[in-house]
C-alpha cells in the first residue's frame, strides 16, 4: 500500500493534488484515470445508510437500507455490545451498496434539550457518548468500512450553525466536549473525522489549528483525514493550513485552480498538499482494498436486528400496580389511540434520513400478537397537524372508557425537531398532551409510549399508570413497541440524558441560542446531569434512569485498594442480584466524587458502566477498572490534566440519583509540577504552597534592609485582607520594600530559583 502511494505521489500533477482535496462530486472523492486512482463514496449515515439512487444527487431519493434506532436511543440501551452489532450490521450494508466511509456517528454533548439534531447525538455525559461511539465506529470498522466521526467540535446547535462561535473555556471544552471525540479515537481509530460548519472561540471549526492538529493528530494520534461538513469550507487554503484535508461536496473546480496557482506562485506551501493529499489516499487505498462487488444483505434479518435493538432502547419511566407487561389472558379489549400507531415516526429528518426496507407498525402488530381473543380498536385521537381536534379527542375518550386498557402512541412530530433548526421548548404538541389528559380522565388503566428524539415536559405525568420512552426506534419500532407492552422483552433502558420539569430549569436556558453571532457556554462543566446536581434542582427524570419488570439489588461493592496513587488502576466489584420473579437486564453505573479540590468540580462524574443480564435469583460480579484520568480534572494554566491528593468516593448505582453504594479511596498525586508564581499571582494561591509566614518572611529588600512587617503574618485579618491581592502590588504596599529587584529576587524564592 505504501509502495502505491509513493508511486502515485511521484506522478501527480499539482493540479492533480489540488484536486484530491476537493470532492468529485457530492458525495465521491476525486478519480484521477491516468493513474488508476479510484473515488470513494462517503454517504450519510449513521442510524442506517442514505445512498442516492442512481441519476440523483444530493439524496433525498435514497437506495432502501435498514433504519435502525437512532443515537438517542441507541445510547439509552447503554450495551457497548449492542452498538458494536448495529455497527457491523450497517458496515454489511455499506459493502452491498457499495459505500466506503459511513458519515458518522455523531458524539456531540446534548449541551440543551432544544438541540433540532439531539436524536443524532448519543448523550450528554462524554464518557457514555465516548465509549457508545468507540463500540458503534468498531462495529462498522470491521467490515472494512470507514466512518466518520462527527462534528468536530462543539456543534451543539442548529441556530445559526454555519456562522455562530461557540465561547466556551478551556477547561469545558476539554472536560466535556473533546472527552468523548477523544475516547472514540484512542479507542477505534475512524478512518475519517468530520469538522463542524461553527466556529470554537471565532475560529471557524475547519480552519482550527489547535484542535485539528495539536489535539486531534498530535495528542490523540489520530491517523486518518479530516473531512468538512458539506459546505463548511470557507477559505480552502487556511483550512488545508490547518490541518482540514478533504473539501465537500465537490464541483469546485475554482478552488482547484486557485490552490494550484498558490503553490506555484510560493503562496502555498507544496509540502502541505501533499500530506493532506497522502492522507486521503491511505484511506482510498485502505477502503478499496475492501469492497466486495456483488456483495448483498439479508433484509429481512436485519429487519429482525433492529426490532431486537429497538426494544432494547425502550425506557420504563412508569409503571404503576404493574400494569405493564400487559397480559393478555386477562384482558377483553385494548384501546390503541394517536396517529403515531399507525403512522409511526421512527427517525429524524434531514441528512440522517433513511429509505427504510420496511416499515412495522405497532397497531398492526398488537393486532397480531393479541390474537382473536383480545379486541383491539383503534382512535386517532390527534389530526396530522398541531392543532386539538374536539371531535377525535372524544371519539379517543369513548373508545379508551369503553376498553380494559388504552395505550396511546404520542411524541414530537418531525415538525417539532430536525436537522436545520432548534427546538422553540420542550412541548409536546399541545395536541398530543390533551389526548393524554382527556384518555387518563376516562380510563385509569393507560400506557402511554413516546416517541421522540430528545428530552420532553410531561404535564400529565401523574396521569397514565404507566409510561414507555420509546425514542425514534426505526423502522421496527412498532413492533418493537408490541414486544415490551406485552413482555415478550424486558425493557432495559436507561435515560442518556436528564428531563428537566421545565425548560426553565435547562443548564442553557440563559445562554441559548445565543445573540450576534456568538453563544456563550455560560454553565461551563455543568452540563445535564452535573448541573441539576450542583443546583440541587430535581428533574422529572434523572440521568441514567429505567425501571424494569423485575427488581433487582446491587448487594455490595469492593475496591481493590483504598490508597493509590495517580499511576495506578482501580478495580471496583459491585455485585447485582435480579430479585424478582422475570429475567432482565440492570446497568451497574459508576461515579467518582472528588471530596475537596482547590477547582470547581461537579459533585459526581460518571466514570463506568457495565450492562449485565440476570435470571431470577441470580447474582453476578461486575468489575468496572478506573484510571487516573477518571480522577482528573484539566488544568488550563499548565495546559494537562492533573490529579489532585486527597479523598476520593467511588458510588455505585442504577441511575445518577440512586447510588447506594460507596468507598472511600485515599489519592496520592505523583505530579510534582507546579505553576510559576508572577507578579500577578494571588496571595491565596501562594498560600496553597507556603504558610503566610514562611512567604513573607522571604520578602526584604537588601538595598534599604527592609522586608515585611514584623508579625505580619500573624494577623488574621490582615492576611484574610491581602488573599486576593495580587503578590507584587503586596509587596510594592510595603512601606519599606524599595525596589523591582527586591520584588523579583522574593518571587523566585517563591518558586523555588533562589
Known amino acids: 500500500m505504501e509502495q502505491q502511494l509513493k508511486e502515485w505521489m511521484e506522478q501527480l500533477t499539482l493540479e492533480e493534488k489540488a484536486a484530491l482535496t476537493v470532492g468529485g462530486d457530492f458525495w465521491h472523492t476525486r478519480s484521477i484515470e491516468r493513474l488508476g486512482i479510484p473515488s470513494i463514496s462517503l454517504n450519510d449515515g449513521p442510524h442506517g445508510i442514505r445512498k442516492p439512487k442512481a441519476g440523483t444527487d444530493v439524496g433525498f431519493d435514497s437506495l432502501p437500507a435498514t433504519c435502525f434506532p437512532t443515537a438517542s436511543a441507541l445510547a439509552s440501551s447503554w450495551s457497548v455490545e449492542l452498538l458494536e452489532s448495529v455497527g457491523q450490521a450497517i458496515g454489511d450494508e455499506c459493502l452491498a451498496l457499495d459505500v466506503q466511509v459511513l458519515l458518522g456517528p455523531g458524539v456531540n454533548i446534548k449541551r440543551s434539550p432544544r438541540g433540532g439534531r439531539n436524536f443524532e447525538y448519543y448523550s450528554e455525559d462524554p464518557v457514555l457518548a465516548g465509549e457508545m461511539g468507540a463500540a458503534f465506529v468498531r462495529g462498522v470498522q470491521s467490515r472494512g468500512i470507514g466512518t466518520s466521526l462527527k462534528h468536530f467540535a462543539c456543534n451543539n446547535q442548529e441556530h445559526e450553525r454555519m456562522t455562530i462561535s461557540s465561547e466556551v473555556d478551556e477547561r469545558t471544552l476539554r472536560e466535556i466536549y473533546l472527552t468523548a471525540f477523544e475516547r472514540v479515537i484512542k479507542q477505534s481509530q475512524p478512518m475519517t473525522v468530520m469538522a463542524a460548519y461553527n466556529k470554537v472561540n471565532g475560529i471557524y471549526a ?22 468538512s461538513d458539506w459546505g463548511a469550507v470557507n477559505d480552502k487554503a487556511a483550512s488545508l493550513r490547518a490541518g482540514m484535508d ?5 464541483r469546485d473546480e475554482e478552488t482547484v485552480q486557485r490552490l494550484a496557482d498558490m503553490v506555484r506562485n510560493g503562496e502555498f506551501p507544496e509540502t502541505v498538499l501533499n500530506q493532506s493529499v497522502e492522507r486521503i489516499l491511505r484511506i482510498v487505498l485502505a477502503t478499496m482494498r475492501n469492497r466486495k462487488p456483488g456483495a448483498s444483505f439479508d433484509a429481512e434479518a436485519h429487519h429482525a436486528v433492529a426490532r431486537q435493538v429497538a426494544a432494547e432502547c425502550f425506557v420504563l419511566l412508569k409503571n404503576e400496580g404493574g400494569l ?79 376498553a380494559d386498557v388504552a395505550v396511546i402512541f404520542a411524541g414530537l412530530p418531525p415538525s417539532f425537531e430536525s436537522e436545520g433548526f432548534d427546538r422553540r421548548n420542550i412541548d409536546m404538541p399541545a395536541s398530543h398532551n390533551r389526548l393524554i389528559e382527556e384518555v387518563c380522565r376516562v380510563q385509569p388503566n393507560t400506557v402511554v409510549v413516546l416517541s421522540n428524539g430528545s428530552a420532553v415536559a410531561m404535564p400529565w405525568i401523574q396521569g397514565p399508570k404507566a409510561v414507555l420512552e420509546g425514542w425514534l426506534g426505526g423502522q421496527a419500532s412498532g ?59 430535581e428533574p422529572l427524570f434523572p440521568f441514567g434512569y429505567g425501571l424494569s419488570y423485575t427488581t433487582f439489588e446491587l448487594t455490595g461493592m469492593d475496591v481493590n485498594r483504598h490508597h493509590m496513587t495517580d499511576r495506578d488502576t482501580l478495580e471496583v466489584k459491585v455485585c447485582v442480584r435480579n430479585t424478582g420473579a422475570r429475567p432482565g437486564s440492570e446497568v451497574v453505573q459508576l461515579y467518582v466524587q472528588d471530596t475537596e479540590s482547590r477547582m470547581a468540580r461537579p459533585i459526581k462524574e460518571l466514570k463506568a458502566f457495565a450492562k449485565v443480564s440476570l435470571q431470577p435469583g441470580e447474582e453476578k460480579e461486575v468489575t468496572l477498572v478506573l484510571q487516573a484520568r477518571d480522577f482528573a480534572y484539566y488544568d488550563s494554566e499548565r495546559s494537562t490534566w492533573c490529579v489532585e491528593s486527597g479523598e476520593f468516593v467511588i458510588l455505585a448505582g442504577t441511575s445518577s440519583a440512586d447510588l447506594p453504594l460507596r468507598a472511600s479511596v485515599m489519592m496520592e498525586s505523583t505530579q510534582k509540577v507546579q505553576a510559576r508564581f508572577h507578579a500577578m499571582s494571588l496571595f491565596k494561591d501562594v498560600l496553597k504552597r507556603y504558610t503566610a509566614a514562611e512567604a513573607l518572611q522571604m520578602l526584604a529588600d537588601p538595598s534599604t534592609g527592609g522586608g515585611a512587617p514584623a508579625g505580619l503574618y500573624k494577623d488574621e485579618f490582615l492576611i484574610t485582607f491581602m488573599m486576593d491581592m495580587p503578590i507584587g502590588k503586596i509587596a510594592k504596599m510595603m512601606g519599606n520594600i524599595q525596589s523591582e529587584q527586591a520584588i523579583a529576587d522574593w518571587i523566585s524564592k517563591l518558586n523555588g530559583e533562589a
Request: glycine content about 10%; hydrophobic content about 35%.
Open 206 to 227: 475547519t480552519e482550527h489549528r489547535e484542535l485539528l492538529e495539536q489535539v486531534l493528530r498530535e495528542e490523540w494520534g489520530f491517523t486518518g483525514f479530516v473531512v
Open 324 to 402: 405493564l407487561p400487559l397480559q393478555p389472558d386477562k384482558l377483553r379489549s385494548v384501546s390503541v389511540i394517536g396517529q403515531f400507531a399507525k403512522q409511526p415516526r421512527y427517525q429524524g429528518s434531514g441528512s440522517s434520513q433513511i429509505e427504510p426496507t420496511r416499515v412495522d407498525t405497532a397497531i398492526e402488530q398488537l393486532k397480531k400478537s393479541l390474537g382473536d381473543q383480545v379486541t383491539v380498536s383503534y382512535a386517532d385521537g390527534y389530526p396530522g397537524e398541531d392543532r386539538v381536534d374536539e371531535e377525535l379527542l372524544n371519539e379517543a375518550a369513548q373508545q379508551a372508557a369503553e
Open 246 to 250: 478533504l473539501q465537500m461536496p465537490g
Open 479 to 537: 413492533a418493537a413497541a408490541a414486544d415490551v407492552l406485552l413482555g415478550a422483552v424486558n425493557p432495559s433502558g436507561k435515560l442518556s440524558e436528564t428531563f428537566p420539569m421545565r425548560l426553565e430549569d435547562a443548564p442553557d436556558f440563559l445562554n441559548f441560542p445565543g445573540e450576534e453571532g456568538k453563544v456563550r457556554y455560560g454553565e461551563g462543566l455543568y452540563v445535564g446531569y452535573r448541573y441539576y446536581d450542583k443546583k440541587r434542582i
